[in-house]
């Protein structure tokens, strides 16, 4: 059999999920006496179907996985193996750089909206501001205008609302119209 063979029967093998997509763990057995062993056998003639083309006898076993594999064909799925390997783990380094830029767009446009927001906030103060500002400079002139008009100091309520209407203050009759007065009694 070709490598070029063996490589698409491994390529159907993979995608049919009839081929394990990692190695199986080779732990090691300690046998009494000092000597280790790897519980992968190599040259085990073994009667077990090879895992990649089907054909006996094999020459590599895991026996902890019982799969076996002629030596042309495991190096084939051991090369396959580390390629989807190393192609996954690729493929996860590209995603987090990519999480990694979106999260500093994300982070950007935060910044952005944040520096958005304080301006708006700083702007509606200095409207607020201005507002307060201009305010007290028509109670200043109404204030005025009733101390010339009235040097006794006996401003009624009326005389202050003609006053704010005469500095052309929006809402003088609403204001006229909403402030509860106190009743006077007759004398």
Do not use: N
């Not at 992968?40 to 990649?52: A, F, I, K, N």
């Not at 193996?81 to 999480?99: E, N, P, R």
């Not at 509606?124 to 040097?151: C, F, G, N, T």
């Amino acid at each position: 059999m070709t490598d070029d063979e063996i490589r698409s029967l491994v390529r159907a093998g993979l995608s049919e999920g009839r081929l394990p997509r990692q190695s199986p763990v080779i732990a090691p057995l300690t046998i009494p006496g000092g000597l280790t062993r790897h519980l992968m056998e190599g040259g085990s003639q073994r009667s077990d179907p090879c895992l990649v083309c089907g054909g006996q006898p094999t020459d590599i076993w895991y026996p902890d996985a019982a799969i076996a594999f002629h030596a042309p064909c495991h190096e084939v799925w051991y090369a396959a193996f580390w390629i989807t390997s190393v192609v996954a783990l690729a493929c996860l380094v590209g995603a987090a750089v990519g999480l990694i830029r979106w999260v500093r767009f994300l982070l950007a446009v935060a910044g952005i909206l944040g520096s958005l927001r304080a301006l708006h906030a700083a702007h509606q103060r200095d409207i607020r501001k201005a507002y307060e500002a201009e305010a007290d400079r028509v109670m200043d002139r109404v204030q005025k205008r009733l101390q010339l008009s009235h040097p006794d100091g006996r401003v009624t309520f009326d005389d202050y609302v003609k006053a704010l209407k005469a500095e052309g203050v929006p809402g003088a009759e609403r204001f006229a119209a909403e402030y509860p007065r106190p009743e006077t009694k007759p004398r």
